[in-house]
């Protein structure tokens, strides 16, 4: 009897943990879809600052993107392809890119898209050679994952959290949404669901509408552009290895799979490089065995599901040159490089011309 009343109260104690942790959301894991709402009922829609969307959120918060859109182009990746973009007047696409997409977020991703949408849906992938080296893993999760929630709603960081937001706000559990309170900042044409200004005020980037990443200096139009190191420099320890990690290949074939079965029409695609950047990977013998049996076997990969895939690496392949990066890091192509990409990427799916107008 004791035994059952030890674990009832446990229980018990457990789930008013939850119940506070999940009802302050003190690291905002969970995704409120007010933020979205707000900006999509401008005219014309506002930008969403990352201040407002915590990182753990931006997988679900780019899937009710997909949804309010009724997209029927997509492009997926990382930051690398956060510049293809809609066409001017284009309303069912979205960018469904994310920092820390890898392989393995591709099948739970699909599954949500094909459960959400009826027919026809284009699908822009943008794979990229560090998926597969043993070293990547992935961070960005499209699938439901109750045991991922629990997780979050009982870690005792979490409650530390929690409990130091009551000390300082003890009205918060009877009144949460006023911890999560928004504005509309604009300056000049560009609006934008903020947090504090953080985006006008030099400290956040941004969603745009339609799904794209905008680096803070790009929506205030600095004149000067911030370094921000290579790509393949930071990325360096993900390209090493002698060969293509078999768990990442199995989780890009799962997701292909699923694809056909869709009926959908796939593009798979590796986004520029800077002469540069590629020159390194190239020399490099620690990263060049990975780097080249990627772009040696991602096409047929890709074609064995009866699908395309476009080496867009070399940046003359479609018309970008070398100063075409955000942060002239190497490996961010720019809105001017996205667009070209983009043109390229519809061009291979069979697109209408009206959709590249502009």
Request: aromatic letters at 12%; one cysteine or more.
């Amino acid at each position: 009897m004791r035994f059952v009343a030890f674990f009832a109260a446990l229980a018990v104690a457990l789930a008013a943990i939850a119940y506070v942790d999940w009802r302050l959301d003190p690291f905002g894991d969970r995704y409120h879809p007010d933020v979205l709402a707000t900006a999509l009922g401008r005219s014309p829609p506002c930008y969403v600052a990352w201040e407002v969307v915590a990182e753990q959120a931006w997988p679900t918060y780019k899937l009710d993107l997909f949804h309010r859109r009724h997209a029927d182009v997509v492009v997926v990746g990382t930051s690398r392809v956060a510049k293809v973009g809609a066409w001017p007047g284009e309303e069912r696409f979205v960018n469904l890119s994310v920092p820390g997409t890898g392989a393995e977020s591709l099948p739970g991703l699909f599954d949500r898209l094909h459960g959400g949408h009826s027919g026809r849906l284009v699908v822009y992938l943008g794979t990229d050679a560090f998926w597969f080296g043993p070293r990547w893993r992935t961070k960005a999760w499209f699938d439901v994952s109750y045991l991922r929630d629990l997780k979050y709603l009982l870690s005792g960081q979490t409650l530390r959290q929690s409990l130091d937001v009551l000390r300082r706000a003890p009205g918060s559990l009877l009144h949460p949404d006023a911890l999560r309170a928004v504005e509309v900042d604009r300056q000049g044409g560009t609006c934008v669901v903020d947090r504090g200004n953080s985006v006008f005020r030099g400290g956040s980037n941004a969603w745009a509408p339609d799904g794209e990443l905008f680096f803070q200096y790009e929506l205030v139009h600095a004149t000067r552009i911030p370094r921000n190191g290579s790509l393949v420099g930071l990325y360096h320890g993900f390209y090493a290895g002698r060969s293509l990690d078999g768990g990442h290949l199995e989780a890009l074939g799962d997701a292909l799979a699923k694809a056909r079965g869709y009926g959908w029409t796939v593009v798979g695609f590796h986004a520029p490089i800077s002469t540069r950047g590629i020159r390194r990977l190239e020399t490099d013998p620690t990263t060049a065995p990975l780097f080249h049996r990627f772009r040696a076997q991602m096409p047929g990969l890709f074609a064995r599901y009866g699908f395309r895939f476009l080496d867009l690496t070399n940046v003359r392949s479609v018309g970008c040159s070398e100063s075409d990066f955000s942060f002239e890091d190497d490996g961010h192509p720019d809105v001017s490089c996205g667009r070209r990409v983009r043109r390229a990427l519809d061009h291979a799916a069979g697109l209408r011309p009206a959709m590249q107008s502009g």
